[in-house]
DNA sequence: TTGATTTAAGGTTAATAAAGGTTAATTGGG
DNA sequence: CCCAATTAACCTTTATTAACCTTAAATCAA
């Protein structure tokens, strides 16, 4: 499979001669030249890996490697920067990089490290496009329910609570981050509309044995799935 | 958990101010002095990281990691050396190697190269994913006990407390660092609390002749499995 | 030293508080 | 008006606190 970086970089010259480097040994190379733009791109796009400069208009490389992180928290970050204080690279590190090489630098060791970094990083975990769910099986994208042949629609908020708890399932998926994810706001804490939604997809599943969202109190839920 | 390091660097007065450094920022650090003593060393010990200078008496460092990948692939090896030439990095990487750091280095640099390898690299010590208790089958993932296909669901204080015991039998588990764990508090220290879950439990095992939650007054409890 | 007494630690049970469940009514944008 | 989303009212379950009881180690008296 071909290998899609994100390289970020500002300095016109400099983006060509490495984005060609790159593209030349095989990667296939997307060029941000300022923070925002990136930013954009992140929202839109994955890669299997990220080169970041750290200054960058409009937005700093550690931010930029914030936000890819929260989205895409295996791809892995590696910072090409002129900044070359050990508080650099350690805040390089804790903004969620993988590593650090310092500008100058050798083509042949980007490239090294690159290939270690992909090669040592847990392969990002594909999202399924459907899951069963005893003798249903959830189109998330379609936001629908089907068993033999007869589809049941659910709602926005059904939706994406159950595919929540379907990313999540067998493990603990706790109220504040479904609260956070689906509403954007943890001070829903006191109102039963979460609750609601479980009492709905739990009737749902109700004649499925092999499922059930089980109530951890004072933490949140486990979407039960059995074999 | 504790981190064990093996720190292989011939110069005595380098090797012993990184190593009291790494020391004093809690790591359990064995040095070795030459290649062939550390090869004694890895044969007979596992280590958490290891890290490596290149140039070394009787083995250097680039075989050096080969042997250790040979015996433990998951073990990461940062390289720590004055070669500085790109291909002395390639050939890091290649003998195995999953950092390089350039001397002079910074200590703080050092240490989170250390953590960022630790911390992307666990393949975490696989924990039991059940365990019998007598004639219960308890799943601590799933919050529940089962004997003969028939399930007892657990609550969460039930199961993280039992779940503690387990991981502790037939040893004392102390009744503060129950608190601290299930509560992150030992204020609660006079509370019965604890008390009144230690009781559900007992009562649930109460017909199991070969398990017991015994006091130790004073201290906390060990929790008995005979077999 | 020995047996009684004190006392702190833990055990037990019930009551209370907090979190969550359920159902129906209300709201508010197409 | 219709329907998803939310709020409200009330119910159930789990966690915590309270009150009182038991036990065993430590202290004390003889």
Not at 36 to 51: G, H, N, S
Not at 102 to 125: A, G, Y
Not at 159 to 171: A, F, G, P
């Amino acid at each position: 499979m071909i290998t899609k970086v994100l390289y970020v970089e500002d300095e016109p010259s400099l983006a060509q001669i490495v984005s060609e480097s790159l593209v030349s040994r095989g990667f296939d190379v997307k060029v941000a030249t300022d923070g925002l733009l990136a930013l954009d791109i992140i929202l839109k796009e994955t890669f299997d890996i990220c080169v970041l400069d750290i200054m960058l208009p409009n937005i700093d490389g550690y931010s930029l490697a914030e936000k890819i992180v929260e989205k895409h928290p295996h791809t892995p970050i590696i910072f090409l920067t002129a900044k070359t204080q050990p508080r650099d690279v350690i805040k390089g590190f804790d903004s969620g990089g993988r590593d650090y090489l310092r500008k100058p630098f050798s083509m042949e060791e980007l490239i090294v490290r690159i290939k270690n970094l992909l090669s040592h990083s847990s392969p990002q975990p594909t999202e399924p496009r459907q899951y069963q769910l005893g003798s249903w099986i959830y189109y998330p994208s379609s936001y629908e329910l089907s068993r033999n042949s007869i589809t049941h629609p659910l709602s926005e908020r059904e939706s994406r609570i159950l595919h929540m708890l379907c990313k999540h399932s067998n493990d603990t998926c706790s109220r504040k981050d479904i609260l956070m994810e689906i509403w954007g706001d943890d001070s829903f804490y006191n109102s039963r509309n979460l609750d609601v939604y479980i009492n709905k997809l739990r009737k749902l599943f109700s004649t499925e044995k092999s499922i059930e969202i089980m109530t951890l109190k004072g933490v949140g839920y486990i979407f039960k799935i059995r074999n």
